[in-house]
């Protein structure tokens, strides 16, 4: 059974920094075809925000492109997304997500709050 969580969401102010972990069982990060990070704002859709594959390759949502970065700790079974240049609209819940490959099913974690704000 897989199961994703994730941690190190905050409060923190604009322009500070957080990073975020998603730790998983039941599977291997580094092995699986892409592994996300998503978002969702009060009231909007869930949205993407980066993708690591296991080539590795990374890619962006242009929101988070030069403030975000995605990665995989191989030892430790980490996905993490380090947020810098924190914005008000950046405030949202973060989830975690893991395609072990395409057609797969898709897991996601329970999610972890950020708030931007001073």
């Known amino acids: 059974q897989v199961q994703l969580v994730e941690s190190g969401g905050g409060l923190v102010q604009p322009g500070g920094s957080l990073r975020l972990s998603c730790a998983a069982s039941g599977t291997i990060f580094s092995d699986n075809a892409m592994n996300y990070w998503y978002r969702q704002a009060p009231g909007k859709q869930r949205e993407w925000v980066a993708t690591i594959s296991n080539r590795p390759s990374t890619i962006y949502a242009d929101s988070a492109k030069g403030r975000f970065t995605i990665s995989i700790d191989n030892a430790k079974n980490m996905v993490y997304l380090q947020m810098n240049s924190l914005k008000p609209e950046d405030t949202a819940v973060y989830y975690c997500?893991?395609?072990?490959?395409?057609?797969?099913?898709?897991?996601w974690g329970q999610g972890t709050q950020v708030t931007v704000s001073s």
């Open positions: 997500s893991t395609l072990r490959a395409w057609g797969a099913t898709q897991y």
